[in-house]
C-alpha cells in the first residue's frame, strides 16, 4: 500500500490511500482506496452499463447496492476495476494481486455480482493511479509516500473518510505527529 505523505505536491493525491497492483521496471499501477466517487451507486452503473434493466435495479439485494465506488485515480476515469476477494474468478480476466485480493475489470464480474453470484468482498474503482519509469521510486524517496503491508479490510470498508488514519496506524504512524515539511538528515 501506498499512503499520502502531508507534504505531497500533487494535490488529485492529497491524503490517499492506494493499493498498488503491479509494480515493475516498466512503471506502477494502483487504485486509490480511500476517496468514494461522487452521485454515482452501484446499481445506477449496472444499469448505465446495461448489465441489469432499470425495472430490475430495485430488485437488487442490498448488500449488491451497498458495493462502494470509488475514484481509483486520475487515469482512464470512465474505466472500471473491480478489486475483490479471491474466492472469485473469471479465468484469465482475473489477477491475483496477492493471496487475499484479485483485480477483474470485465462486466462478467459485475453480473456475477448483481445475480449474487460474484466475490465475497467487492470495491468497484473508476479509474487507476499510475507511474512511468522509476517515478513512483523518485516520489518514494522525495518523501512523498510510505509504504506499508497490505490491509484488505482497508480495501473493502465503506468508512472512506476513516481510512488514511488506519492506514497509517497501521504502519505504527501517529497522524498526529507528520508534518507537511520534508527534509533529509
Not at 37 to 60: E, G, N, S
Not at 96 to 122: C, E, F, M, W, Y
Not at 123 to 129: H, I, K, R, S
Not at 162 to 177: E, H, T
Request: charged fraction near 20%; hydrophobic fraction near 45%; include cysteine.
Amino acid at each position: 500500500m501506498l499512503v499520502a505523505m502531508p507534504s505531497m505536491p500533487d494535490e488529485r493525491f492529497a491524503r490517499t490511500v492506494i493499493f498498488m497492483c503491479a509494480h515493475s521496471a516498466e512503471g506502477a499501477m494502483g487504485i486509490v482506496i480511500n476517496k468514494k466517487a461522487p452521485k454515482v451507486t452501484f446499481p445506477d452503473l449496472l444499469v448505465q452499463l446495461d448489465v441489469i434493466a432499470a425495472k430490475d435495479a430495485i430488485r437488487l439485494r442490498s448488500d449488491v447496492g451497498a458495493v462502494p465506488i470509488l475514484s481509483g485515480g486520475p487515469m482512464e476515469s470512465e474505466r472500471g476495476f473491480v478489486l475483490h476477494s479471491s474466492d472469485f474468478n473469471a479465468g484469465e480476466q482475473t489477477v491475483a494481486i496477492d493471496k487475499s485480493v484479485s483485480l477483474t475489470a470485465t462486466l462478467d464480474i459485475l453480473r456475477a455480482i448483481a445475480q449474487g453470484n460474484g466475490p465475497h468482498r467487492v470495491a468497484l474503482a473508476l479509474g487507476y493511479a499510475s507511474w512511468g519509469p522509476g517515478q513512483l521510486e523518485s516520489e518514494i524517496a522525495h518523501n512523498g509516500w510510505l509504504t506499508g503491508p497490505v490491509d484488505p479490510s482497508l480495501i473493502f470498508d465503506a468508512a472512506h473518510e476513516q481510512k488514511y488514519g488506519r492506514a497509517l496506524r497501521s504502519m505504527g504512524v501517529d497522524p498526529a505527529f507528520l508534518s507537511g515539511e520534508a527534509g533529509h538528515a
